[in-house]
């Protein structure tokens, strides 16, 4: 078997969350990346950046706390590393994500040469990082070499305001192989694409958009997976959570650990069962990933044992 430089490409956002008493770097890809890393999964994070700016640099820090390449981030002397307000109410939150960042700008023509380079066996993405035309010509040309390479892709839709449209899912959809959407988002895909009522309605997707599986994620209620003839082939409930601290970055916790699983060899039950419970653990930990390294040690272990 060849040597794997990246088992995940991640393309996309990295930005900095600002929560009322701190500002952490954030961003799905970005998040998804750092918990690869502290797995002990190769990931490269193809991202665009400010040139110099405050928020530039406390993303640099934070790739070089979890040991990422920068051979995939682009550095913007026009445009600001992007900028998320996070309000947080009674546990729960929203976000105000603010416009014309640097990731809009990333530039598809490096891409091509890092896939090849990479050789990855998945690639990720989102659909917030296509909200504006350069970012989503450039990860959209990406993606369909990508399937000429039968790399798988995984979308995380993570439907956001600028990134909420029939449109923009469809055409991500049609360039997925495995994709993860929470509750809501499954129905509104549902509606949106005259499907039907869950859980027959899952079917129509999965045959329309080609899909090889898809994870709905449903909070304390746990999670469902479908096969691509719209079968479900596993769930779990919810686990409660000792010390609730917040839910930022519970879903991109699932989706690395769900990849990180995959690529040690786990089968799927397993590594669908490892996403969702190291989701729920993180929601005891503040922010997108914890800031003790200590937290990921059993998680290592728990990947290669048990196969």
Not at 69 to 86: K, M
Not at 201 to 209: D, E, P, T
Not at 248 to 258: C, H, P, Q, T
């Amino acid at each position: 078997m060849r040597s794997k430089q990246a088992g995940v490409l991640l393309l996309g956002e990295a930005l900095v969350d600002e929560f009322a008493d701190q500002h952490v770097a954030g961003g799905a890809p970005f998040n998804v990346a750092r918990h690869l890393a502290a797995l002990g999964v190769p990931a490269l994070l193809t991202t665009r950046i400010g040139f110099d700016d405050a928020g530039g640099q406390l993303v640099r820090a934070s790739m070089k706390r979890f040991g990422l390449s920068e051979q995939g981030l682009q550095l913007d002397q026009q445009h600001p590393t992007g900028r998320v307000s996070v309000i947080e109410v009674d546990g729960a939150h929203r976000f105000e994500i603010h416009a014309d960042a640097a990731w809009d700008y990333l530039d598809g023509a490096v891409l091509p040469a890092l896939l090849i380079q990479q050789e990855p066996d998945f690639v990720y993405f989102g659909s917030l990082a296509q909200r504006h035309p350069v970012a989503r010509t450039s990860l959209r040309s990406l993606l369909a070499l990508a399937g000429e390479q039968q790399c798988l892709r995984y979308l995380d839709l993570n439907l956001r305001d600028g990134s909420s449209s029939a449109e923009l899912a469809g055409a991500s959809l049609h360039l997925a192989d495995w994709v993860k959407v929470n509750q809501d988002e499954l129905l509104l895909l549902l509606d949106w694409f005259d499907a039907g009522q869950a859980p027959g309605g899952v079917k129509g997707l999965m045959l329309r958009f080609a899909l090889q599986l898809l994870v709905v994620t449903r909070g304390e209620q746990g999670y469902a997976a479908f096969d691509g003839q719209g079968q479900q082939i596993a769930s779990s409930s919810g686990i409660a959570v000792e010390h609730f601290a917040d839910t930022v970055g519970a879903g991109d916790g699932f989706s690395a650990m769900l990849l990180a699983a995959t690529l040690a060899g786990q089968p799927l039950p397993r590594a669908l069962d490892l996403a969702n419970r190291y989701a729920c653990a993180l929601c005891s930990q503040r922010g997108p990933v914890p800031a003790d390294d200590v937290f990921f040690e059993p998680w290592q272990f728990e990947l290669v044992s048990n196969r």
